[in-house]
């Protein structure tokens, strides 16, 4: 009985260590599902323009001209919305707060950790540029994202039993709404829209596990998304011959600028199964 008894001290001594020694190795392995909320911030885009195509052949780049040929546009563009047909003051574009939810993998091996998550979510963002004539007249440009989804690899290193930090990219997608107001009441105007885009990720994070499933952290992402192809159709409408859109035989346009990039900080609460 008291060999018996040395035997399962023995076996429980051996094994508390090892079970321990998985603990932390496993600390960040296998599936997972979080949230998070944060706050998104644009790129400073002040020097935003737009880009006309005379006659609506595709080539962008030319200049809309009046009858007596000086530039039509030569009070010039602001990155913002219009709040006048001058070219004086514009609002600035809104930076907003950030919900998401992911689901995710991770692998653990020693104190190497490799993975992928992907996340949905929404953004609280308006980007607006906009375009002045010498009429006067305003013309501005919107996009708004309704959602976006993303899918990224991470990868990291425990420093301790309970903490992680890693490195994340990857790729990722925005469903937008496009809008646009004028104050020309004269020429017609239609909105061909694109309301997708796509783009990627980079960014980094820190995690800190609490307890056996819950995890904490902060981390913080770069989404630089590429240019949509939404652009405004002009035709004549009630303006008269000498209207530089009408001289022009109609006019497209569309921003010159080709990125929508962001920066993101947040919160992450993380459960792992």
């Given at each position: ?10 076996a429980?001594?051996?094994?508390v ?7 932390s ?6 599936f ?7 706050y ?16 609506s052949?595709?080539?962008?780049g030319?200049t809309?001209t009046?009858?007596?040929g000086?530039?039509a ?10 709040t ?9 574009d ?5 919900f998401?939810g992911?689901?995710?993998y991770d ?18 963002l ?5 375009a ?5 007249a ?13 899918l990224?690899?991470?990868?990291g ?8 930090i890693y490195?994340?990219?990857g ?15 004269a020429?017609a ?6 309301d997708?885009?796509?783009?990627y990720?980079?960014?980094a ?12 952290g ?8 590429g ?11 009630t303006?008269?011959a ?11 346009f569309?921003?010159?600028g080709?990125?929508?990039?962001i920066q993101t900080v ?8």
């Amino acid at each position: 009985m008291k060999a018996l008894s040395l035997a399962a001290l023995s076996a429980v001594l051996v094994a508390v260590p090892a079970a321990a020694q998985a603990q932390s190795e496993d600390a960040f392995d296998g599936f997972y599902a979080g949230a998070s909320v944060g706050y998104d911030f644009q790129a400073g885009d002040s020097g935003e323009s737009i880009s006309f195509d005379r006659g609506s052949d595709g080539t962008f780049g030319e200049t809309v001209t009046t009858a007596a040929g000086a530039n039509a546009f030569s009070p010039g563009f602001c990155g913002g919305a219009a709040t006048s047909p001058q070219n004086s003051n514009c609002r600035s574009d809104s930076d907003g707060v950030t919900f998401a939810g992911r689901f995710g993998y991770d692998s653990q091996m020693g104190t190497f950790v490799l993975g992928a998550v992907a996340e949905v979510g929404t953004a609280d963002l308006r980007d607006s540029v906009a375009a002045f004539s010498t009429t006067p007249a305003f013309y501005t440009m919107t996009r708004e994202i309704d959602y976006t989804a993303a899918l990224r690899l991470r990868a990291g290193f425990t420093p301790a039993e309970k903490t992680l930090i890693y490195a994340t990219g990857g790729v990722a997608y925005a469903k937008l709404d496009q809008s646009f107001e004028t104050s020309n009441t004269a020429n017609a105007f239609t909105v061909l829209e694109d309301d997708e885009t796509w783009g990627y990720q980079l960014g980094a994070g820190i995690e800190q596990k609490l307890g056996t499933n819950f995890s904490l952290g902060v981390e913080y992402l770069y989404t630089g998304y590429g240019a949509d192809d939404t652009l405004i159709r002009v035709g004549q409408g009630t303006a008269g011959a000498t209207n530089p859109f009408v001289l022009a035989n109609g006019v497209d346009f569309r921003r010159a600028g080709d990125n929508f990039d962001i920066q993101t900080v947040k919160a992450v609460v993380t459960f792992r199964f």
